[in-house]
């Protein structure tokens, strides 16, 4: 197991330990987290107590979030990954509070992130098909004015996880 035996985790002002049990524990959870209590303490070498006692720890620390199902984007019909990149030349206060509220009130942005360097902000957007594409687009410049947008279609998803390298 890498990392350090403890890793302090701040938690409002106080650090929580993370030992080599959690990171097991956690390690268990990102693989499947419908797996029973019974599973995940005798995967770890533990008893079902403690096991739960550091989960519910664990969460109230806000190291575990809101657990949720991975669904198959293509088998549901969103064969379109698209990777939107934008450059804007507004930084107001207003200008970025609409670019927000517009990126969250569409389910087709996966991801969202403000960059550093030439680029502003990159978008992960699942859409069906190039057109339910061009009508997000629209859609959105219709919101806010944005300098350039360049989108990239993804051609094969090579990897995809949300687990972290604990």
């Known amino acids: 197991m890498s990392g350090p035996a403890f890793a302090d985790v701040p938690e409002g002002g106080n650090a929580v330990k993370i030992d080599a049990t959690d990171r097991k524990i956690l390690s268990e959870l990102q693989r499947d987290a419908a797996q029973s209590l019974d599973e995940i303490a005798k995967a770890v070498g533990s008893s079902k107590t403690p096991v739960w006692n550091r989960i519910r720890k664990m969460r109230e620390a806000g190291i575990i979030g809101a657990q949720t199902v991975v669904l198959d984007a293509e088998a549901l019909g969103f064969e379109a990954t698209f990777f939107v990149l934008i450059r804007t030349s507004e930084h ?51 919101e806010v004015k944005v300098h350039n947008v360049t989108a990239l279609l993804s051609m094969e998803q090579i990897k995809e996880t949300t687990a972290l390298p604990l």
């Open 92 to 142: 107001e206060a207003d200008w970025q509070r609409r670019f927000l509220h517009a990126l969250q009130a569409r389910p087709e942005v996966q991801e969202a992130h403000r960059l550093a360097g030439d680029i502003d902000y990159i978008l992960k957007v699942r859409v069906k098909n190039a057109r339910a594409y061009d009508a997000f687009y629209q859609a959105l410049i219709s």
